[in-house]
C-alpha cells in the first residue's frame, strides 16, 4: 500500500469516473485503474462498486476512503511542517468565500494581503456556506471566510471572528419607510420583505433579525444580493443588506434608500475558519491576525 494509491482512489471517489480521477491525477487512465485494482487485491476487498454507471464507493470503501484523506491530510502536514522552517507565509490558499461576502469584502483586504504577504497566493472559489465547510472536511478548501455563527459545531474546526457587519434596510426612494432616518424590522415585515432563495445563510439571518423562523408572504426569491437591490430598486418591495453591500448601492442613484435599523441594531459576524490539524494552521493564524486590522468602513470589531 503506497500513499499515491490512497491518492488515487481518494481521486476516483471525488470525480465518480476512471477518466476524470486520472486527470486529477496527471496519470493515464491504465495506470490509476491497474493501481486500484493493485491495492484491492492487497486489501482483498472491492472499494469500488464497478456495476453501476458511475462509479460509487462500497459500504467499506466510504470508510477506507475516509481514512485515505487522514493519512493524506497528514502526510501534508509533514511535508508543510519541513516548508515553515523556511517562511509559512509563502504559499497557495484555496479559500471559500461566501457569495453576500467576496464581492464586497475581498476589494478592502487583498491589496493589504498582497503588500504585507506577497508571495502568498489566494486561490478563491465562491461557494455557499455548506459546500464550503463541505470542502473543507474532504480538503479541496484550506479555509473559508464565513458568516458567523455555523449551522452546525464542529470541533474539527478552527473558527476567528474578524468583524461585525450590520444590516441596513434598502427601500424605494419613494417608500414612505424612507422619509424615516431610522426603520424598524417590523415595519419591513409590513412592506413585502424580500429574501434570497434558500440555501444562502443571509437569508436565515434575515428571518432571525426578524425573528421568523418562516416567511410566508414571498412570491420571489433572489438568487444573489444584486437581483435584491434590483428588485427593490424597481418597487417590488424591500430588503435587508449587510452593509458592505449596501454601501454600494449608489449604482442605483436615487432609486434606493438606505436606512440603518433602529434599536436593537441587526448586524452578522464574519470569521475566518480552517481544520484545527490543517498543515497551513501557522499560516491561517497569521492572515486572521491581519484581516482582524483590515476592518472596512462600515464595519466594527468584535469582542
Known sequence: MTLQELRYIVALADAGHFGHAAEICFVGQSTLSTQIKKLEDYL????????LKAVTLTPAGVEIVDSARRIIEEANRIYELSRQTKDPMVRAIHLGVIPTLGPYYLP???????????????????EMTPHVLAHLTEGKLDAGLLALPLPSEDPALEIVPLFCEPFLAAVPANHPLASGTEIRIGDLMNANLLLLEEGHCLRNQALAACQQTEFDNEEIRATSLETLRQMVSMGLGVTLLPALAGMQSHEFGTRVALRPLAAPSVSRTIGLVW?????IAPTMESLAELLKGLLPPETFGVK
Do not use: M, T
Request: proline letters at 9%.
Open 108 to 126: 478592502h483586504v487583498l491589496p493589504s494581503i498582497h503588500e504585507q504577504f506577497p508571495k502568498l497566493r489566494l486561490l478563491l472559489r465562491e
Open 275 to 279: 481544520r484545527k490539524r490543517s498543515p
Open 44 to 51: 482483498g476487498i472491492a472499494i469500488f462498486d464497478r456495476s
